[in-house]
């Protein structure tokens, strides 16, 4: 499995992003829209209060090779 670093996207970069736009922001990987949550109350808030809609999230592939296919996905 080829695992390709992505330097640019680093846990430092999301949570400078945060404080620019605040904890829920949308970025754009070419044509793909993902929301990013940051911070333990938002990311629990969503997934227990809005399970429905992060059930059939679709796959990304560059997010795929980045995590060699490590990751959970609701099925």
Do not use: W
């Not at 499995?1 to 970025?27: D, M, N, W």
């Not at 929301?35 to 808030?45: A, I, N």
């Amino acid at each position: 499995s080829l695992h390709v670093p992505c330097p640019f996207l680093t846990a430092r970069l999301f949570f400078q992003l945060a404080e620019k736009y605040g904890p829920i922001f949308t970025l754009h990987f070419g044509f793909q829209k993902v929301v990013v949550l940051t911070g333990y109350e938002v990311v629990r808030e969503a997934l227990v209060n809005y399970t429905e809609e992060f059930v059939d999230r679709p796959s990304i592939p560059i997010f795929d090779q980045i995590q060699n296919g490590n990751g959970t996905r609701a099925k």
